[in-house]
């Protein structure tokens, strides 16, 4: 029984990730000015790499995927990149100065993880590794975004629900031990499903929308 809801509540944070996904890669297609590094397309890619981790988490369930070492890295390299994207965002925020470094310090990061991901001995240093760099960047998304949020800075982004959000992300990531263990991993997807539909609410951000257009001067009629 434990099995068939760890492997509904998987599929369902599956579903949900890439339809949100999608949503934001379509959004951030269809702006004017499209940027490589723009949030909707980190969020999406975050969100891509999320639900492929949870389909090979739920395909192990059920037997479809084998349960071997070989698929655990695959899926722990599928696992960096939902921190791997949020360093260089980060890298652009918080040190604007270093440009000419960001580059080649995600570049590092990036080797070291897939490296980790295809060499490390163990599932447990595998697992350890993209956990910690996973909690890091959460961390590092939670402190600056509460920066934004008081001092206003980033008025197209929720922040207050980007921060919601990352404490539902640590919470999910640091409870899967602890719920695994005693047989109730669906809590973390659960965790999983509310964060990535926070993240997106803030994204959208239906609330800016609505202050850009109640500020907007109504148009003058002159009749002759």
Not at 100 to 110: A, I, M, S, Y
């Amino acid at each position: 029984m434990q099995t068939e809801i760890a492997f509904i509540s998987s599929g369902l944070s599956t579903i949900v990730s890439t339809i949100l996904a999608t949503y934001l890669i379509q959004k951030w297609y269809h702006q004017k000015a499209r940027l490589p590094f723009d949030l909707p397309l980190m969020f999406g890619v975050v969100f891509v790499a999320s639900a492929l981790s949870q389909f090979f988490k739920s395909a192990t369930l059920i037997g479809f995927v084998p349960d071997t070492l070989e698929m655990f890295r695959l899926r722990t390299f599928i696992i960096a990149w939902v921190y791997i994207p949020w360093s260089l965002v980060l890298m652009r925020l918080l040190w604007p100065s270093g440009k000419r470094w960001h580059l080649r310090l995600w570049g590092v990061l990036t080797a070291v993880s897939v490296g980790v991901s295809l060499f490390a001995p163990t599932q447990a240093i595998m697992q350890t590794y993209h956990t910690i760099w996973i909690l890091i960047i959460i961390i590092g998304v939670i402190v600056t975004f509460s920066v934004t949020w008081k001092t206003g800075r980033l008025k197209e982004v929720r922040s207050e629900l980007v921060v919601l959000a990352s404490i539902l992300a640590v919470i999910s990531q640091v409870g899967q031990i602890v719920w695994a263990a005693a047989g109730l991993t669906w809590i973390g997807d659960m965790f999983t499903v509310f964060s990535v539909t926070l993240y997106t609410i803030a994204l959208i951000n239906p609330w800016h929308k609505k202050e850009i257009a109640s500020s907007s001067p109504e148009p003058v009629h002159v009749t002759g």
